[in-house]
């Protein structure tokens, strides 16, 4: 059986911020806003992952309104919600990620994310797609002031296939 999800995430950019992206640290001199770490990839995969299982979104399980949850690691959002679908039998068949940001440029960065995310998802790096984009200057991406994350993920449960 295969489940496929996607989601879409958007962060604000600001001067002062840490800018964490697909689980690592990248030198920039803004980075994302947001209740946990910011990560705008790792909510996009999260969240991706939610909606192959129908759970809902983030929100429902990492709300804003819990201090609990204030600078957390979205590398631990990823890993709690992996495990639910790994509770339901789900793996990793791939994941195909989008990033659309001005600057900095992401081609240095992208294997190390892939990596980290294959680690956080116990699959092999090569069921990790990360792609980047820019806006050519257009709009709040363009303008450097916002980051946007997409992607699709397809699950599979190879123990429902052996009942």
Avoid: W
Avoid at 8 to 19: A, N, Q
Avoid at 54 to 81: H, M, Q, V
Avoid at 130 to 151: N, P, R
Wanted: net charge negative.
């Amino acid at each position: 059986m295969i489940r496929i999800g996607f989601s879409k995430d958007i962060h604000p950019l600001v001067e002062g911020r840490p800018f964490i992206l697909g689980g690592i640290k990248i030198e920039h001199d803004k980075g994302a806003v947001g209740h946990s770490d910011a990560d705008c990839l790792l909510h996009a995969i999260s969240e991706s992952i939610l909606g192959a299982l129908a759970l809902g979104d983030l929100g429902k399980f990492f709300p804003n309104e819990n201090p609990d949850y204030r600078g957390y690691d979205s590398a631990l959002i990823l890993k709690e919600i992996f495990t639910y679908a790994q509770n339901k039998g789900y793996e990793i068949h791939n994941l195909d990620c989008m990033v659309s940001l001005e600057r900095p440029k992401l081609r240095p960065y992208i294997d190390e994310m892939r990596k980290r995310i294959a680690e956080i998802l116990e699959t092999d790096i090569d069921k990790i797609s990360i792609k980047a984009t820019t806006f050519e200057g257009l709009g709040i991406v363009g303008e450097g002031k916002a980051i946007i994350c997409e992607a699709v993920v397809l699950l599979e449960n190879d123990m429902l296939l052996m009942l």
